[in-house]
């Protein structure tokens, strides 16, 4: 089992360019999360899902858009990135009787 | 409003010495969970330990164990038998209840914790 994987590992973009990160699980988890870390800090959560086709906003969701299609895979948009997006990104996932989230590897966002 | 504090930035302990990181947290719901996470340079998070807040025991796992005193509102991470490999950011947590963002989670800023050979 791969767990939770997420592509890319690492991007460049130009300011306004667009962008998806996808997360994929194995782990047939109903809750899906994203979150961005910023250097010096804890992670904050951008968007979330409780179930397929269902999501919601986190505490800083501005710039960004997701999509959960199907159960195992959560998306996240940038439609015109700006150098405040640099951040590294983190997926995570929940089984609905678990309480800890385990997490991808991360995908680290550069925005110039 | 709920938050973690982590008030060491850096901490330093000897190879196979014991060591606490330190993390206090404030909510006002009664049901909550309480993690620590280790992040090695390499970027990934990487869960350690659980305490949910109706548990009446301190978590243990291997060499983790969480030293949890509720009227204190701490949960602070106890390593025994420090390794060299345990040099990494450590990250104290808190999940808020499903109703609330899904359980998020809400972090700390981090201790980083260096293994002296």
């Known amino acids: 089992n791969a767990g939770v994987t997420q592509t890319p590992k690492f991007r460049v973009l130009k300011t306004g360019q667009s962008m998806t990160l996808l997360c994929a699980q194995d782990m047939n988890h109903e809750y899906m999360y994203w979150y961005r870390q910023d250097p010096g800090m804890g992670l904050r959560l951008i968007h979330y899902?409780?179930?397929?086709?269902?999501?919601a906003k986190g505490e800083v969701p501005d710039g960004y858009n997701v999509s959960r299609l199907k159960k195992q895979n959560f998306l996240l948009g940038l439609e015109s990135a700006a150098p405040s997006q640099t951040s590294v990104y983190f997926c995570a996932t929940k089984g609905p009787l678990q309480e800890t989230q385990y997490f991808g590897p991360g995908t680290r966002l550069l925005v110039l | 409003a709920q938050k973690i504090t982590q008030t060491q930035p850096g901490m330093f302990v000897q190879e196979k010495e014991a060591v606490t990181l330190d993390c206090t947290y404030d909510t006002s719901d009664p049901s909550y969970g309480l993690f620590w996470y280790k992040q090695p340079s390499s970027g990934e998070m990487i869960f350690l330990i659980y305490?949910?807040?109706?548990?009446?025991q301190n978590a243990t796992e291997g060499r983790y164990s969480l030293n949890f005193q509720k009227a204190r509102k701490s949960a602070n991470l106890v390593i025994s038998a420090s390794q060299l490999g345990d040099s990494a950011m450590y990250f104290c947590a808190m999940s808020l209840p499903l109703y609330n963002q899904g359980g998020k989670l809400i972090f700390g800023q981090g201790t980083e914790l260096s293994v002296k050979p």
């Open positions: 305490q949910g807040s109706y548990d009446q």
């Open positions: 899902s409780v179930g397929e086709g269902t999501t």
